[in-house]
């Protein structure tokens, strides 16, 4: 546990790709953590859309210590403090409301949380969040919309996640305003299944190296 992790602005500094995962079998957890370790991504964002979440991220603050595991879809409250408990260092959220947010800030957990919109991200500034995460991106405008808000909002900076590829990455990487991207191509569920390690250390390499 080697790596600060006390604001949200730190996450940003984790990765230039920070791999959302739905894992399916805590079984995968720990090698799934370890080969993006070997790849050289040191975080990943767990969801806890699935039952195997919250577990997951226990095993792997466990196991492989070196990864900065982060907790996803935190969607109600309550979550959050579940999160930290299981060793989540930082949270995620998809979208904001104000109970979810007081909740949140309660557990004292660093957190990327979500903002489609102007107003949105205005509001968590009015919060004091300058790091939050732009989703759904592509679908919420893309890099079109981070280089038009620049201007009017230059102290705050994005986590673009949502419609992500090693294709359209660098656009996002190349903007003054976004410190990295969150995308689900680095663990498709295939290379899950199939406990394919070696080509998911691959598919980290690359990410690492697109900043
Ligand atoms: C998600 O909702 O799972 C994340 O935002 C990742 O989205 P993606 O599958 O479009 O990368």
Redesign the pocket.
Known sequence: MNHPMNTAADVLELAPVVP?V?LDDVAHAVPLAEALLRGGIRTIEV?LRTPAGLPSIERIAAEAPDMVTGAGTITEPGQAKRAADAGARYLVT?GTTDRLLDDIDASGVPYLAGAGTVSEAMRLAERGATAMKF??AEQSGGVPFLKAIAGPLPDLRFCP????SPQNAPSYLALPNVGCV????LTPKNLLAAGDWAQIEQLAREAAALR
């Open positions: 959302v739905a969801t998809p989703f759904p996640t949502g419609g992500i969150g995308g689900s191509w």
